[in-house]
């Protein structure tokens, strides 16, 4: 019975830490509804472990794409838990963060390009707009 119990408990643990896994990495956020550079200028969080999430105010520095309009400030909701493919951002840092729209908050995951801005190369910056160079 005690092993029953054993084998079931490190199955849902290596279930749950295994959850989160992403088809590829994006090499920027076109493939997104949206994709922005955003300085984080609020951090609200909401829940608890494992299940804890971030509601993030960002001031919207350049739109790399979108599908509709993105106002001067928008919000960001996610999960923090890497199970979930949270992210963490930090308060003051700059940020590409490419996600989709949702009601009332945008969303975002760690399997979308969400990158601080300074660990982003230089080369890198230039694929970051989604339009067309020809248009």
């Known amino acids: 019975m005690k092993c029953l119990i054993v084998l079931s ?23 997104s509804e949206y994709s922005i ?12 472990p494992p299940n804890d999430e971030r509601i993030y105010t960002i ?38 963060i490419s996600g989709n729209y949702g009601n009332p908050f945008f969303t975002t995951n760690s399997c979308l390009y969400t990158r601080l801005w300074r660990d982003i190369p230089h080369a890198e910056r230039y694929n970051l707009n989604c339009r067309n160079p020809w248009m």
């Open 37 to 48: 550079l955003g300085t984080v200028i609020g951090v609200q969080p909401i829940g608890t």
């Open 59 to 96: 001031i919207v520095r350049r739109i790399y794409k979108a599908e509709r309009r993105i106002p001067f400030i928008v919000r960001v909701r996610w999960y923090v838990s890497g199970a979930t493919c949270g992210i963490l951002l930090r308060q003051g840092e700059t940020y590409v």
């Open 9 to 31: 408990l490190l199955v849902i643990f290596v279930g749950y830490a295994n959850s989160c896994t992403c088809a590829g990495i994006p090499v920027n956020g076109c493939e």
